[in-house]
């Protein structure tokens, strides 16, 4: 059930743009992404909600093609405070009402000057 | 404003000993989650409390495990004769009134998380 996230790390210049995939084998109703330096707590970037709402982030875009049962995160003109690990979190329609976000594998990003 | 606290940062035990675990939510906030998270993973979901009451406990990988949160605010997380296989950090997080459609969609804040380290 955990959703799978591609790539599993990248390395840019600070400037470069990244995309990030989620992607579930299970239906879902919201994505959640959430970014974690390490060391640190997971910190929430945005949530995406099953008919294209979405909530978050200024400076982050994302998708959510309910079809495919994924999601993508963008991160444009990426700048050094932007390393980290992200991860989805995703509800899936099955556990609908039980408030639970399964996590996904994660991807490293480094932004390098 | 305070955000999630965890006590203790670490924690180190010996194997077959008990421990408790504490997180103190956001005041106000009514959903609490506690996870796990193994080094490169992602955060593993363990237990989510509304108010008082668990409401879903599915995560919890054993009857070893055991989570209270009796006034609802402030919840520990208990896990008797610890084995290796335990050692994680132990993160929780706290929000507002629920992080899925049924709780509104509100972002869940995390604390520091807790080392659980089982020698």
């Known amino acids: 059930q955990q959703p799978v996230q591609s790539p599993q790390a990248v390395i840019l210049r600070e400037g470069e743009d990244a995309v990030i995939n989620c992607s579930s084998s299970k239906a879902l109703y919201s994505v959640h992404w959430y970014r974690q330096k390490h060391g640190e707590a997971p910190v929430f970037l945005m949530i995406?909600?099953?008919?294209?709402e979405q909530k978050g982030h200024d400076k982050i875009s994302a998708s959510f093609n309910e079809k495919k049962q994924q999601s993508s995160l963008y991160l444009t003109a990426s700048q050094l405070s932007y390393s980290g690990t992200y991860f989805c979190g995703t509800e899936l329609i099955s556990n609908f009402g039980n408030e639970k976000l399964t996590f996904g594998t994660g991807t490293r990003l480094t932004i390098i000057p | 404003g305070a955000g999630v606290s965890q006590t203790p940062s670490n924690k180190v035990t010996e194997k077959g000993k008990y421990v408790e675990l504490r997180c103190d939510p956001i005041s106000g906030h009514t959903a609490l989650y506690w996870y796990r998270q193994s080094l490169g993973q992602g955060p593993e979901f363990l237990i989510y409390f509304q108010g008082t009451g668990a409401a879903d406990d599915s995560g919890l990988p054993n009857d070893r495990f055991f989570a209270v949160r009796p006034e609802g605010s402030v919840s520990t997380l208990k896990i008797q004769r610890t084995e290796r296989g335990d050692s994680a950090v132990y993160l929780c997080?706290?929000?507002?009134?629920?992080?899925?459609?049924?709780?509104?969609?509100?972002?869940?804040?995390f604390g520091p998380g807790t080392r659980l380290t089982v020698l």
């Open positions: 997080a706290s929000s507002l009134t629920g992080t899925g459609m049924g709780g509104g969609y509100n972002e869940q804040f």
């Open positions: 995406l909600l099953k008919g294209g």
